[in-house]
């Protein structure tokens, strides 16, 4: 892997490293292919619709939000064009992100076109808490030879209004064309699949798909809930980083394990920075994120505030030789609860093209600093911020569990005392301990408000899991019925041979752990 090169770097031990990175992302190195930084929407929506109009086999496209807007429709309208000449165009939503945002005219106008619409893990009551794993990803493949992978929804909220004076919200995607585009196309199925019939994969792809398109390297890492593949990575490029770690992100959470990485490599002399929204779409999250300043700050990782109306990218770029955009948060959400999609780029002038980009950026932030005796959080001197649009409808699921993990790092650290809390958490500790102040007093004063609720919560709760247990009887039954097993051909206990017990030779020579390497 480039970040790892050096002078004094075996092959052998390049080799090591890139079987590292392959294990823990999930993914392999894909070669050969052309990639394209886009910026905003004014980038990311022209390429987009301007490669459903050529597409002539396949579109397959997903996205977390899709709103019924001038944007929705514009885009609904492309797709259905295609689909009206003989184009397979498949569209997965999420149910969540699209409650509010798109109507059932929306999707009926779609399928009325030809278009195949299917919604990612819809409300099920059996199911009271499955509803909490999304799909966060942002992608779109035309006929496998084009691909886009981004932090983007489709809303009028990413291109803003000028004439109410209203920013477009900062993101970023990516144009990819070659080999790599594949990948995508087989994480689109593996979403598509979990709620129908499989996609056949080969269809959507042309004969010129596989074909070299260009001289860079790639990772499509596709994560699923529990896979924690691009939490490795990012943990991985924490450890490895030895010039620059350069991180912007929408929801930041701050867990103990990476936040100690970032602390490791700033005070080994990594310049690490981060940069955030100044205001986020849910205003009840910002003294959430706040409250994970300091430990970065004391470490000496340098903070930065977005100063327009919604910071919403999703990117990092390290040492100047790679580089990842996608769709995942620095927060558990995003590395474990959710379905997400990031590529990570291993290609100096990419990189290059990512660290101009991100000091672009920068000159549009706030830095934020500790001062004074109290070494009180305060900022830097602002530049003009541009007025603030409104908060959208619907926020992200990882928007949510980003506050509820940083609220619940919080009210631990202060029931436990394992940490000091700063002058900053004071708000959270304190709307932690109305909660249930206020819940105590209703529960002494009106107890019927308390046990109602919580009655019915466990009736649902114990006939959700009634029927679950129902549905996989009746399932039992009909395999039983299907596929009887003959009395006669059940071997006899006997001949069942006892698993071979482990010598215990094999742990005396096993070798002794080496140290550690960094």
Known sequence: MAIVKSSGISGRQHNLAEQVFSRAAGAPLVPGNDVRLLRDARENYPAWLSAIQQAQRSILFENYIIEDDDVGRAFADALAAR??????????????????PASRRYWRFLRDAGVEVRSFNPFQFDRPLAWLGRNHRKTLTVDGEVGFVSGLCVSHKWVGDAQKGVAPWRDTGLEIRGPAVADLVRAFAQGWSTVGPPLDEEGCLSARASQPMGDVSLRVVAGVPWSAGLFRVDQLIASLARKRLWLTDAYFVGTATYVQALRAASRDGVDVRLLVPGSSDIPALRPLTQAGYR??????????????????????????????????????????????????????????????MYLQDLEHATEVVLSGRERRLVAAPALPRARRGAPGRRGSMSRAAAGAVRLGNTVGAAVTNHRELGRTESKVVFGAGVVPLALAGVALYWPHVVAVPAALLGAWAGIALWSRALRLRRQEAQGTEQQPLPEQEVPPQAAVPEPPALPEAHASHAPEAGPRQP
């Not at 689909?83 to 509010?100: I, K, M, P």
């Not at 700050?297 to 100047?320: F, P, S």
């Not at 995003?334 to 093209?353: K, T, Y």
């Open 83 to 100: 689909a009206r000449d003989g184009v397979q165009v498949r569209v997965l939503y999420d149910w969540l992100g699209c409650q509010g």
């Open 295 to 356: 430990p970065l700050l004391e470490a000496g990782i340098r903070v930065y505030e977005w100063n327009g109306t919604m910071l919403h990218a999703k990117t990092a770029v390290a040492d100047g030789t790679w580089a990842r955009v996608g769709s995942s948060n620095l927060n558990p959400a995003s590395w474990l609860g959710n379905s997400e999609i990031d590529v990570a780029v291993e290609d100096a002038p990419f990189a290059r093209c990512m660290e101009d």
